[in-house]
Nanobody, 115 residues
Framework: QVQLVESGGGLVQPGGSLRLSCAAS????????MSWYRQAPGKREMVAII??????NYADSVKGRFTISRDNAKNTVYLQMNSLKSEDTAVYYC??????????WGKGTLVTVSS
């Protein structure tokens, strides 16, 4: 079992920045990749992923603006979001991928980009 807790969401003006955190606990040694997804009305999107080897990948919509990183000592994955746009407004979820297609999700954190 893996438990994931997201934090760091909130209200930010267009052009602003936020950093999301995803703290993992439990069987974290089994995690093969961690990713951030977002859910807006009618749309769900994988935002960024980081593997256990440190490889990263991003959705085209966030490339150059968002950065995914991890702190192994803290068992935490971060999503640094810069130059935020109104279309980035969504609930952001953290996901952990384990072997045998086992996945765990956090409960999400709301990001609202509005003036």
């Amino acid at each position: 079992q893996v438990q994931l807790v997201e934090s760091g969401g909130g209200l930010v003006q267009p052009g602003g920045s936020l950093r999301l955190s995803c703290a993992a606990s439990g069987s974290i040694s089994s995690i093969r990749a961690m990713s951030w997804y977002r859910q807006a009305p009618g749309k769900r999107e994988m935002v960024a992923i980081i593997t256990s080897f440190g490889s990263t990948n991003y959705a085209d919509s966030v490339k150059g603006r968002f950065t995914i990183s991890r702190d192994n000592a803290k068992n935490t994955v971060y999503l640094q979001m810069n130059s935020l746009k109104s279309e980035d407004t969504a609930v952001y979820y953290c996901k952990a991928d384990l072997p045998l297609a086992i996945v765990y999700w956090g409960k999400g954190t709301l990001v609202t980009v509005s003036s």
